[in-house]
């Protein structure tokens, strides 16, 4: 590898429709690059990109050329379909968890295939169609194991870049309770095969900044100093949970909403900000360059299910600030 050669890293976090943060974060970048180059697309300012669950959703997106912009209306267009709050309105608070999911994936699956086919030339795209390389990590729930999927771009690689690359996103974005696992065949001119209960990788990697640094280093051949990791949050929650007379049962963690996911996939994305911070520390002038992109929501946190108008526009409204703040720091960044 030559030694003044860089790599490139987005990593983009997982946190449901809280993925509208770092799109308009993604929309107003893409179009500030625009102006020194408008021939260039977002991906190909990039080498790799990462994303878990609603990251995952993106890092598909952008990697296939789709404007952020138009990912962030994908957002707002269809918040109240993939979340939609009649369903809690149905079944009795405490018998709902009984369903399976509180929502079906059917409609996100038609959805990504939708707006990914529309991208790739109207052929559903796989893995191997995308423009520049990128790790999503998901959770092989009939291996019992953590998977990342990637694009071939190892030798090593035999297996991933021949999956459906909404099949792929799906996977990633399918967090317990919310959506059930996602199993799914598929046959192409590659091969065919199976991935069975596939769960959001949010479980181990919500923040997937580590991955990314990671396949850099002993998959791409680069050394620590040639990284730069753009790193963007879906906003950062205080989850307080509050002393009364009652004990925790298995309703408060689920009911009404899934609040020990929420806090297992904020918490992920925490720890993994103090690791980078470790290493940054331990390999001083030998680490990469690293920018975390981060909103604090304090207590205030906005649920990873919500689909109000008000909320969806609050979400945006954070991350036109986030934009404002950190677009100059962005653009240094990548230079």
């Keep these: 590898m030559e030694e003044n050669k860089q790599i490139k890293i987005l990593s983009i976090d997982g946190g449901g429709i809280r993925g509208i943060i770092p799109a308009k974060v993604l929309a107003e970048l893409e179009e500030k690059l625009k102006e020194e180059h408008p021939e260039k697309k977002l991906h190909e300012h990039f080498d790799l990109i990462c994303g878990t669950s609603t990251g995952a959703i993106l890092a598909i997106g952008i990697a296939l050329g789709i404007p952020a912009s138009k990912l962030l209306e994908f957002y707002k267009d269809n918040a109240k379909i993939i979340f939609p709050k009649w369903f809690l309105k149905i079944l009795p608070s405490k018998v709902r968890i009984l369903a399976g999911s509180m929502y079906s994936n ?114 791409m051949g680069y050394e620590f100093s040639q990284i730069k990791l753009l790193s963007l949050g879906t906003g950062k929650g205080r989850h307080i949970i509050k002393s009364n007379w009652k004990p925790k049962d298995l309703w408060y963690w689920l009911i009404p909403k899934p609040r020990l996911l929420d806090i297992i996939l904020d918490s992920q994305a925490q720890i993994t900000e103090q690791y980078i911070d470790f290493f940054q520390r331990t390999l001083k002038d030998k680490g990469f360059k690293y920018l975390r992109v981060q909103y604090d929501m304090g207590s205030d946190t906005i649920d990873l299910n919500e689909s109000s108008k008000k909320q969806l526009m609050n979400l945006e409204s954070i991350g036109d600030e986030l934009s404002k703040k950190n677009l100059p720091k962005i653009i240094n960044f990548l230079k």
């Design 106 to 219: 059917k409609f996100l699956r038609k959805k990504l295939k939708d707006v990914y086919t529309e991208a790739n030339s109207g052929v559903e795209p796989l893995m191997n169609d995308l423009k520049t390389n990128v790790c999503i990590p998901t959770f092989n729930g009939g291996m019992g194991e953590i998977n990342v999927l990637k694009t071939k771009h190892n030798p090593e690689f035999v297996r991933d870049y021949k999956l459906p690359a909404h099949e792929v996103a799906l996977s990633s974005a399918s967090a317990p309770v919310y959506f059930p696992p996602h199993t799914f065949s598929y046959k192409n001119k590659f091969g065919e095969g199976h991935n069975i209960n596939m769960i959001d990788g949010g479980v181990f990697a919500n923040n997937p900044s580590l991955i990314g640094v990671l396949e850099a280093t002993d998959k």
